[in-house]
């Protein structure tokens, strides 16, 4: 059976450092999940998220986001909040654009933006100087981004179809 909510009482799980409620049908997350500071990872994978839930926002101690499989558009600015985010993972949804703000997750050290709409990255991506792996394939890229020879550390750089 597919969850269609999660119940507020979610808030009441103090402790919860990981929170994985992927093949769902969730549309939105409770205001209660704001009251989780020991959250280091989220996975709701494969629901029905048109935005990046603006709870999340909020919880600055987040390391890993997945949002894969989903319906995103966009991403909020307000992403600048996740300061500790190592892993943001926005596979097959239909971004069309990420957030210079994007800018600011310095400890980001995995981007996976794969099977989306993005045709450029912004400028300010560039400061994302821990960033280790980048997965840009299936996008509408007509050449490679001049960003991505900004990073020094980079080990993985994948890009098929749609890249060049």
Do not use: C, W
Not at 61 to 73: A, F, G, K, M, R
Not at 114 to 122: F, G, K, R, V, Y
Not at 143 to 151: A, G, L, S, T, V
């Amino acid at each position: 059976m597919e969850l269609t909510r999660l119940p507020s009482e979610i808030g009441m799980l103090a402790q919860l450092t990981e929170l994985v409620v992927e093949d769902n049908l969730l549309t939105n997350l409770p205001e209660d999940i704001t009251n989780l500071s020991n959250l280091l990872m989220i996975n709701i994978d494969d629901n029905n998220f048109i935005a990046v839930p603006n709870e999340i926002m909020s919880l600055t101690s987040l390391t890993h986001l997945t949002i894969n499989y989903n319906q995103l558009e966009s991403i909020s600015p307000d992403i600048s909040n996740l300061v500790n985010l190592k892993e943001l993972l926005l596979e097959e949804n239909t971004i069309s654009q990420l957030p210079p703000e994007v800018g600011h997750l310095t400890s980001l050290t995995t981007l996976s933006v794969t099977d989306n709409a993005l045709s450029s990255l912004p400028d300010e991506i560039s400061s994302l100087s821990e960033l280790q792996e980048l997965y840009l394939y299936h996008n509408h890229f007509k050449e490679i981004p001049p960003q991505i020879f900004e990073f020094k550390l980079l080990t993985k750089l994948t890009g098929k179809k749609y890249l060049l």
